[in-house]
């Protein structure tokens, strides 16, 4: 999809089915999606509606979005403003540092928006003319520091100056997508519990435009804000929209901190209120080799020595300072996390005295955190195993572990095509591996749990062992299983999704489908392509069973259902020798 955004005409057909994410995307990188009779459009412009977009437009199309997220372009790439809206000023601050010839183009990205919005540009005593650039224009309020003194000092200047309900730190070599303030704040102003919230990021090169990574933001659900900020900062700096009153009550950006303030500020932000994160991209963070630091100490973002010794010099101290600020944590999981936080910042005797707080019995996740800070400890034999199928949205996966791992023996099946795990610094302890089949990778332990990437809210009932699914790439298996058990299936939360693709899974969804709407000759038939795909596997048999039943063919169904259930043991006894060897 990012590569998708920096190439696109102005108006794009939806020649794909799209659940709205894709619409979306294109609404927020200033494109026009166009309707093209594919899928529902009711879904795509419900979504749209809640994350305050425009709808859904009518006519030609300069290009077409197609199957797997490719674009057919056949006008010139181009991008515009979204409508204006009504709603709360937002306050964007950019601080800037001999940066003349990229603070225009951020300043450019900002007065692009459509919500309404002041741009505060700050000027950290540039030497290049950067000041005298900026003191000539109208359309911003502009602040001159005669000494450089930091980015964390030109943001307290900015803050004070700011008027707007909320703030959008926008760093001046970075960019705003079009829509980003119509995602941000429809989120934000519509969520009065909320300190901030955030999106995707999308990584371009400087020298030439070209897309080098997606960032997603953290998953995890607001309510578990403190304990993700202290592992992992949960998006970048452009990314985020903070409310005012929060960020008031979080305090000034800490002017010692030449990097990590952004950290510092997420730390605080998370104890005044909850944080959460919109799968969306709004923000385009530049690549390049530019200087950083202030002009007493300067280094190149490639140095990675530099890079990550003056980072950790700077924020070891303020890391352990917030620390003992809120110390003692007084939830057992929180402090856990702490632990992981501060082990990760090189304060390792401060990890060792917060886990010291607590007693066993530990769970395998309390001693992996244990064994990380360097603490020998026999983990526990967990009773459980939780299954999560990575076939969807990348930062989904981190909301599924971090709501539910806690005793469970852990195995997650990278599904998407990417690296693992992205960019999301993932801190459990399991197995993690780019398998399809479950039946060929996963040794279950006690009841099987089963979780998607795609649909993080998904939780049906546990399996007894792993006999029940199909022997397919594992999402076409979840989706089989629950026609066979009657179990709503996973919905995907953004196209790129794996679609499902076995014949198998598509009959037997099917089938299920025709037995709730009583229609049992249907189902029958369904079943039986699903046994024409794979004979050995016992859903075809008990849905074709249900479908004599309902037609009140009692000897038939009775044979279906003891097919399906000698079909279930043989799987089983099949996995229980491949476990054992």
């Not at 309404?116 to 224009?137: H, Q």
């Not at 950290?263 to 969306?280: N, Q, T």
């Not at 992981?340 to 090189?346: D, E, H, S």
Request: glycine share 8%.
């Amino acid at each position: 999809m990012a590569r998708l955004l920096a190439d696109a005409p102005l108006r794009v057909a939806l020649a794909c089915v799209d659940d709205g994410w894709a619409a979306a995307c294109l609404r927020v990188a200033g494109r026009i999606p166009v309707w093209a009779g594919r899928g529902d459009r009711r879904r795509i412009e419900a979504v749209l509606g809640r994350l305050g977009l425009p709808g859904l437009d009518e006519g030609d199309a300069d290009g077409r979005l197609l199957p797997g997220l490719s674009l057919a372009r056949e006008g010139p790439v181009q991008a515009a403003p979204l409508p204006a809206v009504r709603g709360p000023l937002v306050s964007i601050l950019i601080c800037t540092y001999n940066r003349k010839d990229l603070v225009p183009q951020a300043i450019a990205s900002a007065l692009a928006q459509s919500w309404p919005r002041e741009v505060i540009v700050v000027d950290d005593g540039s030497t290049d003319g950067t000041a005298e650039l900026l003191a000539a224009r109208e359309d911003i309020r502009f602040f001159r520091q005669h000494e450089n003194g930091g980015k964390a000092r030109a943001l307290n200047r900015a803050l004070a100056e700011a008027q707007g309900q909320a703030v959008l730190v926008l760093d001046d070599d970075d960019l705003l997508l079009p829509g980003a303030l119509h995602v941000l704040g429809g989120g934000l102003f519509a969520n009065p519990h909320l300190a901030a919230v955030y999106s995707d990021t999308i990584y371009f090169d400087g020298e030439t435009g070209d897309v080098r990574k997606v960032f997603p933001c953290s998953r995890a659900p607001a309510r578990m804000s403190r304990r993700v900020v202290v592992k992992q900062i949960p998006c970048t700096t452009g990314a985020a929209l903070i409310r005012m009153s929060a960020q008031r009550r979080a305090g000034a950006y800490e002017p010692r901190l030449t990097r990590g303030e952004d950290m510092d500020m997420f730390l605080r932000l998370a104890h005044v209120g909850p944080v959460e994160g919109m799968p969306i991209p709004t923000f385009l963070a530049r690549s390049h080799d530019g200087l950083r630091g202030t002009a007493k100490g300067q280094w190149r973002k490639t140095d990675k020595d530099s890079e990550n010794e003056r980072a950790l010099a700077f924020i070891k101290p303020v890391f352990r300072r917030r620390w003992e600020q809120l110390s003692p944590i007084p939830d057992r999981t929180d402090s856990h996390a702490w632990a992981i936080g501060l082990g990760i910042r090189g304060l390792l005797p401060q990890a060792l005295q917060e886990l010291a707080r607590w007693p066993a019995p530990y769970t395998p996740y309390e001693a992996w955190v244990r064994t990380q800070c360097r603490i020998p400890v026999v983990p526990p034999t967990p009773e459980e195993t939780l299954v999560v199928v990575d076939d969807g949205d990348p930062g989904s996966v981190e909301q599924v572990l971090t709501s539910e791992v806690s005793h469970q023996a852990l195995w997650v099946c990278l599904e998407v095509p990417r690296e693992p795990l992205g960019s999301l610094q993932i801190h459990w302890p399991g197995e993690y591996g780019a398998r399809e089949r479950l039946h060929s990778w996963v040794q279950p332990v006690g009841p099987v749990h089963l979780r998607t990437s795609s649909d993080p809210l998904w939780g049906p009932p546990p399996l007894a062992d792993l006999s029940q699914l199909p022997d397919l790439p594992a999402p076409d298996a979840l989706v089989a299983w629950c026609a066979l058990v009657d179990e709503r299936p996973p919905v995907a939360n953004r196209p790129g999704a794996r679609r499902v693709r076995s014949p198998l899974a598509v009959a037997a969804a099917r089938a299920r489908q025709a037995l709730k709407r009583g229609m049992a000759r249907r189902a029958l038939a369904h079943a039986g392509d699903t046994m024409a795909a794979d004979a050995t596997w016992c859903g075809g048999w008990v849905l074709a069973a249900e479908a004599f039943r309902m037609m009140g063919q009692a000897e038939h169904a009775a044979f279906c259902r003891d097919q399906g259930q000698r079909l279930q043991e043989l799987a089983r006894q099949s996995l229980s020798r491949r476990q054992a060897a």
